[in-house]
C-alpha cells in the first residue's frame, strides 16, 4: 500500500481495512447523528487522497470525479491535529500535505458543514477553487472550510488567528479551530456537568501570538446550587500547563449561566498548537455547568460569539409540541421574530384572535420552552412546549409568515426601517398581539390591526430608549 513516511511530518497514521478504526484514534468530524467520522488517505487513481471512515461504511470515502469511491485499505490519522480556516481553493502556508494528485501535486485534508449538525471529511488543492468533499455518494465543492495543519510550530507572521470556539448547546458540540478532550464530564441537553476536578481542555492554532497580541477567553458557566444554598464549585484554567485561573469564585447570581472573561497574553501563546484547560476544583461540592468556550484575539473581540448567534439564526423557524399543566396535550405552536437582527427569541408573549393568551420563556439551545397559557375569562395553566421541527424561513416545510414593511417612530418623526417577518402561535391563527425579547436583549411589543394587515407597537434595543414601531 502506497503510503507517506511518518518520520519527519508529525502525525502518526496506521494502516486499516474495511471500515476498521485502530485503536486510539481521535476523530475529526461528524455525521448528522453524531456518529464519528476520522480522516484517512488512500491509494486511488495513482494518487494518495485523504477522505473519511467510520465503521459503518466498511470501507473509506474518498471524494473522486463527482461521486465517492470505496477503498479497502487506507491509513486513519491517529493525532488530535491542528485545523485552519480557509475558503475559495486557499491553502494555508502551513497545510499539513497528506496525498498527492496522480499528476504529483499535493493534496491536503479540509472539513466543512454540509448542513446543521454535521462536519465532514474531505480533499483540498488549489486548482479546486474549495474543498472537495464527499456525501451521500456525490463530490461537493464547498468554498468556506477548515484545512489540516501541519503540527510543527512555527511563528506566521500577519497571520490572524481564525475564530475559536466550542459551543456545548448541540450534540455534539459546535466547534471552530478546535479539537476537545474531556474527563469527569457529563453531558445535558445544552451544556456539560463538571464533576469535582473533571475538566475540557480545548487545543486551538495560533497562527502568530505575535500577531494576535492577546487573546480574550470567554467562558458561559455556572456552579450549580446545593437546594436553597450558594454552589460551590471553584473555576481553574491553565493554557499550555501554566495557571491562568486559580480558584475563581463562579458568581451565584440567581443560579443563572454567567459569562466570564479572562485576558490571555501574548508571552503565554506559542505558535501552532496550545492547550487551554477549564476545570472544575477538586474540591468542589457541587457540580459546575459549561454552556461555551470562545477564543478572539483582542482586536476582534466578541467574534467568535457573534458567529455563533449567527449559525443559530440560520433556522430561526422553530416548532413546539406543547402540554398544560393537566397533562393535555396543547396546539403545535410555531415561532418565528426576524427583523434582520440574527437574534433568536429569549421571551415571547401573545394573544389569540380566541382570546387565549400566552407568555413562555425558551431554553437556552431553544429545545424547550416553559411559561403559562390563559383562555378568555379562564384560569392561568402551566405551559410547555418542546422542540419538534426547525428550518430556514426559505425552507418548504417552514409555516407560511406574514411580512411587514415597517418605520421607526424618533426624533419627531417616522423613519423607514427593515421589514419584521413574523409568525407566532397555532396553526391557521393569526396574534392581535406580540412582546418579545431577544438574546442581544433587545424587546418589542406590537398591537396587530383587524385583519392582520398592519400593526403599531414600540421597539428598544438592548441599552437604548423606547422608539415608536409601526408597519407602513
Known amino acids: 500500500m502506497e503510503t507517506f513516511p511518518d518520520e519527519n511530518d508529525g502525525y502518526r497514521w496506521q494502516p486499516a481495512t474495511n471500515g476498521r478504526i485502530p485503536h486510539g484514534a481521535t476523530p475529526h468530524g461528524y455525521e448528522e447523528n453524531g456518529d464519528p467520522l476520522w480522516v484517512c488517505r488512500a491509494p486511488a487513481h495513482g494518487g494518495v487522497h485523504p477522505g473519511k471512515v467510520r465503521p459503518g461504511f466498511g470501507v473509506a470515502a474518498i471524494a473522486w470525479a463527482g461521486g465517492e469511491l470505496a477503498c479497502d485499505e487506507y491509513e486513519v490519522l491517529m493525532d488530535r491535529g491542528i485545523w485552519g480556516v480557509a475558503s475559495g481553493g486557499d491553502v494555508p502556508a502551513d497545510a499539513y500535505e497528506a496525498g498527492r494528485d496522480s499528476n504529483g501535486e499535493p493534496l491536503f485534508v479540509a472539513r466543512a458543514a454540509l448542513g446543521a449538525g454535521n462536519l465532514h471529511i474531505g ?68 451544556h456539560l456537568k463538571l464533576n469535582a476536578g473533571g475538566f475540557v481542555e480545548l487545543e486551538f492554532d495560533v497562527p502568530s501570538p505575535t500577531t494576535a497580541q492577546e487573546v480574550t477567553l470567554g467562558i458561559v458557566a455556572l456552579a450549580s446550587m446545593r437546594g436553597p444554598d450558594a454552589g460551590f464549585a471553584p473555576l481553574d484554567v491553565t493554557v499550555n500547563g501554566r495557571s491562568l485561573v486559580d480558584r475563581w469564585r463562579i458568581p451565584n447570581n440567581g443560579g443563572l449561566p454567567q459569562h466570564m472573561q479572562f485576558a490571555i497574553p501574548a508571552d ?46 440560520a433556522e430561526p423557524v422553530l416548532r413546539y409540541a406543547t402540554r398544560r399543566d393537566t397533562g393535555q396535550p396543547g396546539p403545535d405552536v410555531t415561532v418565528f421574530v426576524d427583523r434582520g437582527e440574527l437574534s433568536l427569541p429569549e421571551q415571547l408573549a401573545w394573544a389569540q384572535q380566541d382570546g ?59 423613519h423607514p426601517s427593515g421589514p419584521l417577518v413574523l409568525a407566532v402561535g397555532e396553526d391557521g391563527g393569526e396574534p392581535t398581539r406580540v412582546s418579545w425579547r431577544d438574546k442581544l436583549g433587545n424587546s418589542g411589543t406590537i398591537a396587530v390591526t383587524d385583519g392582520g394587515a398592519g400593526f403599531l407597537g414600540t421597539y428598544q434595543r438592548a441599552g437604548e430608549g423606547p422608539i415608536g414601531y409601526r408597519s407602513r
Open 123 to 190: 480533499k483540498l488543492r488549489r486548482e479546486f477553487g474549495a474543498a472537495n468533499i464527499g456525501y451521500g455518494g456525490q463530490e461537493h465543492k464547498i468554498h468556506a472550510y477548515e484545512v489540516l495543519l501541519s503540527p510543527i510550530p512555527r511563528e506566521r507572521s500577519g497571520v490572524p488567528m481564525p475564530p475559536t470556539y466550542a459551543d456545548f448547546g448541540t450534540a455534539p458540540a459546535r466547534t471552530a479551530n478546535a479539537s476537545l478532550d474531556v474527563r469527569g464530564v457529563v453531558a445535558a441537553t445544552d
Open 356 to 414: 387565549t393568551e400566552y407568555a413562555v420563556t425558551f431554553a437556552a439551545a431553544m429545545h424547550e420552552f416553559y411559561g403559562w397559557c390563559r383562555t378568555r375569562g379562564g384560569e392561568p395553566q402551566e405551559f410547555r412546549g418542546d422542540l419538534v421541527g426547525r428550518w430556514s424561513a426559505d425552507h418548504p416545510a417552514a409555516p407560511v409568515a406574514r411580512r411587514f414593511e415597517t418605520e421607526e417612530g424618533w426624533g419627531g418623526g417616522w
Open 268 to 313: 503565554r501563546l506559542r505558535p501552532g498548537a496550545n492547550r487551554v484547560r477549564v476545570a472544575s476544583a477538586d474540591d468542589a461540592l457541587t457540580m459546575m455547568w459549561l454552556y461555551r468556550l470562545t477564543l478572539d484575539p483582542m482586536h476582534t473581540h466578541g467574534r467568535s460569539a457573534r458567529i455563533l448567534r449567527e449559525q443559530e439564526a
